[in-house]
């Protein structure tokens, strides 16, 4: 009987170089597997593989040397286990994430809240290419969000309130972009807008509680890594609105639907139409 090997691969299953041997791609969700999923898979790699898996960069967990005949039957154990397969080819991939606002001290927004919620609402949609999604919860940017087709990154829009200042200068120290400045003798802050990345280092860092601010969604788009690299680009002042974050969302998809060719990566097909179209489009929702 003939082996549909892109079946196979669409359904998660890398072929492998050993004969009717593949690697099962595990689905993952900002990285998150239970204890007892991980026992699942441990006795899963145990009888049907070779004893180990594969930690992907993506988050994910892949078992190598599952035998073609074992398919249905990995299939049915993982199930069983509260383990689904995970998913290739030309589709919104495997959404990652760090811990964020709701673990980590940094974190200015709840990553594992929204990796989940694009999952149910976006994963495995059916595109001309791969595209990924990346959620980070600081300017640490430990899930590296410029590296997506779609990264989002926590930030936070400062304010300064002239009553507690001490005009100690920390927070013009720390900024990164230099966009604040600190004159003592005049009395006066000045936030340079235009200049800000919206980390919230001024307001961490300030001993008088002097800086304020409002947390929402830093957006990149176009990241891309493999034989191309690019860098996601920033063009959107951050966001505050989680509904409007899904709007950009599917303006976004919808852009890389009409216009991607077959096997066009979206950063490929950003540089081919034009940023300044793809800006137009995304800017009219905002």
Known sequence: MAVDYSALKKGGLMRQKQKDCFSMRLKSVGGHFTADQLNTVRQVADRYGKGYVHLTSRQGIEIPYIRLRDIDEVKKVLKEGGVEVGFCGPRVRTITACQGAATCPSGLIDTVKLANEFDRRYGGRELPHKFKFGFTGCHNNCLKAEENDMGIKGGVEPRWDSAGCTYCGVCEAVCPEKAIAVDKESGTVTLHPDQCVYCGKCIKSC????????????????G????RIAVGRHFLPIVFSEEKVYEIVEVTLKFFEDYARPSERFANCLDRVGWDKFQQEVEAVL
Do not use: K, Q
């Not at 001993?207 to 957006?219: E, K, L, M, N, S």
């Not at 891309?224 to 034989?227: H, I, K, R, S, V």
């Open 207 to 222: 001993p008088a509680d002097a800086w304020t601010g409002d947390r929402g969604f830093v957006i990149s788009f176009g």
């Open 224 to 227: 891309l890594y493999g034989n």
